[in-house]
């Protein structure tokens, strides 16, 4: 733990010495661009794409997704349609010729769409 400890201090100290000669405003700028690198590092690591519901990195996923819908708007998700009558739902509507809404986006026929 003393290793750490001097390296983190040297660390500190060399972040220190980098940043003095910056204004207030070029360590802000500084600061939004590290986030802005972060954010987009992120961003090449997300994968998006269909997988099994059963799999169980999809049930992580959903429990996240339901949970943060819970602790943002009070949801209860064991109060809300199944994903199958989700389906169901869908494949009916689409059935009837009209355009179904999925999520937060939306399915149109292409010619709508022009």
Same mark, same amino acid.
């Given at each position: 733990?003393?290793?750490?400890?001097?390296?983190?201090?040297?660390?500190?100290?060399?972040?220190?010495?980098?940043?003095?000669?910056?204004?207030?405003?070029?360590?802000?700028?500084?600061?939004?661009?590290?986030? &802005? %690198?972060? =954010?987009?590092?992120? +961003?090449?690591?997300?994968?998006?794409?269909?997988?099994?519901?059963? #799999? /169980?990195?999809?049930?992580?996923?959903?429990?996240?997704?339901?949970?943060?819908?819970?602790?943002?708007?009070?949801?209860?998700?064991?109060?809300?349609?199944?994903?199958?009558?989700?389906?169901? &739902? %869908?494949? =009916?509507?689409?059935? +009837?010729?009209?355009?179904?809404?999925?999520?937060?986006?939306?399915? #149109? /026929?292409?010619?709508?769409?022009?």
């Amino acid at each position: 733990m003393a290793d750490r400890r001097v390296l983190d201090e040297r660390s500190d100290e060399l972040a220190a010495s980098i940043l003095a000669p910056l204004s207030e405003r070029q360590r802000e700028r500084l600061v939004a661009a590290m986030e &802005d %690198v972060s =954010r987009l590092l992120t +961003a090449s690591m997300v994968e998006v794409g269909i997988v099994d519901p059963r #799999r /169980p990195d999809a049930q992580y996923c959903l429990r996240a997704y339901f949970d943060e819908l819970g602790e943002r708007f009070d949801f209860d998700h064991t109060r809300s349609i199944s994903a199958g009558q989700c389906r169901a &739902d %869908v494949a =009916r509507r689409v059935a +009837a010729g009209r355009d179904p809404a999925l999520g937060a986006g939306r399915v #149109r /026929p292409a010619e709508a769409a022009r």
